[in-house]
């Protein structure tokens, strides 16, 4: 009777065949999604904080190397020469790559016509990051099968005897150190932060209050409501003024027209919360319009503008002629 000392690990079938390294991905973007609904407790804020390790830090930047090398490396080839990169090399390209590409994302949210949200991140990221991991698979089955690149001993399950090298210790350490921080991080309040949130509310279907589903379609004189909020961690009393601005911005981001829509004001004691659900009301019509909303710790200059705004949030919205009725 033969024995194997290798410990197998035999996924679910429907697993089964595709990359182990590229289903940790899968999953990755998937226990993400599930975390941000769990409760704020001290132990989901340090799950969710692993999860933002891997699912901003590592997957997107795994993802499109694995799309880009999908061979393994040659090791007949001196280490200076091979075209493909090891599992060290990987990881090192898919951190940096993921740095980059995770501002890049935020960036063309913010030129685009959706909301720079928390949820429109997240989505970006995964259909970056899934759409990536298909292609990486299909790439990577279309070689032949020693020329693919493997996942790595500790992801397949399989664990032959052999050396484990330094290096495979330290890049295993600082992950996890790494993993370790954030998460330590998110769940220990932090102390002597001051800032204070400011955004947008919506009503969703079922009457809740949510960071989407801002109105975005207006005829000329139609009211339609908006909540704008402010939390103040400032420490300490503040006073602060919201202009509401109706703007149209050319390609180049250049303001050619702006209107004042609204202005409120208001003085929060430090941990108080304030919301004011209002009418927007446009005064011009025209496509792409940037509904501004702009914030002012104490009083606004005589001129209210992105620039000089304490911070700002903003929707788009086209605004057309009112419809005849026959």
Do not use: C
């Given at each position: 009777?033969?024995?194997?000392?290798?410990?197998?690990?035999?996924?679910?079938?429907?697993?089964?065949?595709?990359?182990?390294?590229?289903?940790?991905?899968?999953?990755?973007?998937?226990?993400?999604?599930?975390?941000?609904?769990?409760?704020?407790?001290?132990?989901?804020?340090?799950?969710?904080?692993?999860?933002?390790?891997?699912?901003?830090?590592?997957?997107?930047?795994?993802?499109?190397?694995?799309?880009?090398?999908?061979?393994?490396p040659?090791?007949?080839?001196?280490?200076?020469?091979?075209?493909?990169?090891?599992?060290?090399?990987?990881?090192t390209?898919?951190?940096?790559?993921?740095?980059?590409?995770?501002p890049?994302?935020?960036?063309?949210?913010?030129?685009?016509?959706?909301?720079?949200?928390?949820?429109?991140?997240?989505?970006?990221?995964?259909?970056?990051?899934?759409?990536?991991?298909?292609?990486?698979?299909?790439?990577?089955?279309?070689?032949?099968?020693?020329?693919?690149?493997?996942?790595?001993?500790?992801?397949?399950?399989?664990?032959?005897?052999?050396?484990?090298?330094?290096?495979?210790?330290?890049?295993?350490?600082?992950?996890?150190?790494?993993?370790?921080?954030?998460?330590?991080?998110?769940?220990?309040?932090?102390?002597?932060?001051?800032?204070?949130?400011?955004?947008?509310?919506?009503?969703?279907?079922?009457?809740?209050l949510?960071?989407?589903?801002?109105?975005?379609?207006?005829?000329?004189?139609?009211?339609?409501?908006?909540?704008?909020?402010?939390?103040?961690?400032?420490?300490?009393?503040?006073a602060?003024?919201?202009?509401?601005?109706?703007?149209?911005?050319?390609?180049?981001?250049?303001?050619?027209e702006?209107?004042?829509?609204?202005?409120?004001?208001?003085?929060?004691?430090?941990?108080?919360?304030?919301?004011?659900?209002?009418?927007?009301?446009?005064?011009?019509?025209?496509?792409?319009?940037?509904?501004?909303?702009?914030?002012?710790?104490?009083?606004?200059?005589?001129?209210?503008?992105?620039?000089?705004?304490?911070?700002?949030?903003?929707?788009?919205?086209?605004?057309?002629?009112?419809?005849?009725?026959?």
């Open positions: 009777m033969s024995t194997d000392a290798s410990l197998q690990f035999r996924p679910p079938a429907f697993l089964r065949g595709f990359p182990a390294d590229l289903t940790i991905l899968v999953v990755v973007v998937v226990a993400t999604w599930v975390a941000m609904v769990l409760p704020d407790e001290p132990v989901a804020v340090a799950i969710r904080g692993l999860l933002a390790v891997a699912f901003v830090l590592l997957a997107p930047g795994y993802a499109l190397v694995s799309a880009l090398y999908p061979a393994a040659d090791t007949a080839q001196p280490v200076d020469s091979r075209e493909d990169p090891d599992n060290v090399e990987r990881l390209f898919a951190i940096g790559t993921s740095i980059v590409v995770a890049l994302v935020a960036l063309g949210i913010h030129f685009s016509p959706f909301v720079l949200s928390l949820g429109s991140v997240l989505v970006s990221l995964s259909v970056v990051t899934l759409s990536a991991t298909v292609v990486a698979a299909a790439r990577r089955t279309s070689l032949p099968a020693d020329e693919r690149y493997e996942s790595p001993e500790i992801l397949t399950g399989t664990f032959q005897n052999r050396a484990i090298r330094p290096v495979d210790v330290i890049v295993a350490v600082a992950v996890v150190g790494a993993g370790a921080s954030l998460a330590y991080a998110a769940a220990e309040p932090r102390v002597g932060e001051s800032f204070s949130e400011f955004y947008l509310l919506a009503e969703a279907e079922d009457g809740t949510i960071a989407d589903n801002y109105p975005s379609q207006f005829e000329l004189g139609e009211s339609k409501p908006m909540v704008v909020g402010i939390e103040n961690r400032e420490g300490s009393q503040q602060y003024t919201v202009v509401v601005l109706l703007q149209d911005v050319d390609d180049e981001g250049v303001v050619t702006q209107r004042e829509l609204d202005r409120f004001r208001a003085n929060l004691e430090d941990d108080e919360t304030w919301r004011l659900e209002h009418e927007v009301t446009p005064s011009f019509t025209g496509r792409n319009l940037r509904l501004t909303y702009l914030l002012y710790y104490n009083d606004p200059p005589a001129d209210p503008t992105f620039e000089n705004a304490d911070d700002h949030v903003h929707v788009w919205v086209t605004v057309s002629e009112p419809t005849m009725e026959a």
